[in-house]
């Protein structure tokens, strides 16, 4: 599997005990490039984000 920058970087913050800032690029990158993402998708990132 090929990484694109987004992924990297996401992980490179995840790695750095940064998951509230890979949760903020995750956000900009749907807001911004418009991604559709389903029901189940919403639930299991606002789901995780409470855990962080």
Known sequence: MVRTS???RALDYIQSNEEPL????LCDHISEYKV???????ERIYTGYDNV
């Open 6 to 8: 987004f992924d990297q």
């Open 22 to 25: 890979a949760f903020e690029i």
């Open 36 to 42: 559709a993402i389903t029901p189940e998708e919403y």
